[in-house]
């Protein structure tokens, strides 16, 4: 299947066995993507790079942004004002509320409910999407973050907008799942397919939703906080059986909880300055030495390792993408069922290929 098939989520392919309808053998073959972003980066300054990690998954450009911040603001020393502390949970929230949006929507479609919960997550995420135009200049390729900061404050009304948008959401979440969750056709494909073990889960380093779907209750905003996010209570939403079924369900409820951390931060927004005013844009030059920067993204653990030896580009850049780990027990979820079933299972891996191949 693939590279090109419009049910492989990118460019992206599988060799797969059959006997009749049954998978005996899955082997995912990546790389059609492949555009060298760690070895561009170690080639180019710190901040130049900052606009291709918009490029790695591009439903989730501000987190991604977010994630290589931190690793060189822990390299730097550098430390984020209030303000942008704020800004940046109201930004990556909603990107959650996008990401898991699209999620959806294109999860219904690989079951055949063609057009109308697409077109419907597409709606919603429109709205979101006209937020970041508003403030970043750009829909999806946002660029926002910087050392220290963001690049710029929030626009005049913006932050009325963001709450009209968060307050309508709840709304919306319960015509999704009403509409998705209680069809006879959607459990039959999901519940019991795909399953994936905690104990594998574990081992093989997977995160995110699929790893709290199989019941592991890890969620790097809470076991290892970041930002500001220890101000915020919210609930970790765990599976049982770790099926497709549960998966998709992660999903509605961790955008519950977004809308809870959303609507607390844009109520609690500080004034003040937006970006640390230590922080260099030209010359910019962090001192030699090692650093590890993580956040809970959308998809799972992004994670940026970034060696400096003094000079204005690092002289290692590795990019740690949850799609990429997530994909690699694609195998084990699909054996034993139809080829049918491989379509809807991949899709609740949830990958970007720009991630997956870098």
């Not at 392919?13 to 049954?22: C, F, I, K, Q, S």
């Not at 995420?125 to 220290?148: S, W």
């Not at 076991?223 to 939403?237: A, K, N």
């Not at 549960?246 to 609690?268: F, N, T, V, Y």
Request: glycine share 10%.
């Amino acid at each position: 299947m693939g590279p090109q098939h419009p049910s492989t989520h990118g460019v992206f392919r599988m060799d797969v066995v059959l006997d009749g309808e049954r998978i005996v053998k899955l082997k995912p073959v990546f790389g059609y993507l492949h555009r060298n972003h760690e070895k561009i980066a170690e080639a180019t300054t710190y901040l130049g790079s900052m606009p291709y990690t918009d490029r790695l998954d591009y439903f989730c450009s501000i987190t991604n942004n977010w994630a290589y911040a931190l690793a060189v603001e822990k390299l730097a020393g550098l430390n984020v004002p209030e303000r942008a502390e704020y800004i940046r949970i109201i930004t990556a929230e909603l990107t959650r509320l996008l990401n898991h949006t699209c999620l959806l929507g294109f999860l219904a479609q690989d079951m055949g409910a063609l057009g109308t919960p697409l077109m419907y997550a597409f709606r919603e995420r429109e709205k979101i999407l006209d937020l970041f135009e508003a403030l970043t200049g750009a829909r999806m390729m946002c660029n926002y973050m910087r050392f220290g900061g963001c690049r710029v404050d929030l626009p005049p009304g913006w932050i009325e907008q963001a709450a009209r948008v968060v307050d309508g959401y709840p709304r919306f979440l319960e015509e999704f799942e009403r509409l998705l969750t209680g069809n006879e056709i959607l459990m039959a494909r999901t519940q019991g397919v795909g399953i994936l073990p905690a104990a594998l889960a574990v081992n093989a380093s997977i995160t995110g939703p699929m790893l709290r779907a199989s019941g592991v209750d890890y969620d790097l905003r809470k076991t290892d906080p970041y930002g500001i996010y220890g101000r915020f209570p919210f609930r970790v939403p765990l599976g049982a059986q770790g099926d497709v079924y549960d998966r998709l369900m992660i999903r509605l409820l961790e955008m519950g909880e977004s809308i809870k951390i959303l609507k607390q931060a844009i109520q609690e927004l500080p004034g003040g300055p937006i970006v640390d005013p230590k922080a260099k844009l030209r010359a910019f030059k962090p001192k030699a030495g090692e650093a590890y920067g993580r956040i809970e993204a959308p998809k799972g653990e992004l994670g940026f390792y970034l060696i400096s030896d003094g000079s204005a580009n690092p002289y290692r850049y590795r990019v740690r993408p949850p799609s990429l780990i997530n994909l690699t027990i694609l195998e084990d979820m699909c054996l034993g069922h139809t080829i049918a079933d491989v379509v809807v299972i991949l899709g609740s891996v949830d990958i970007v290929l720009g991630e997956v191949d870098r």
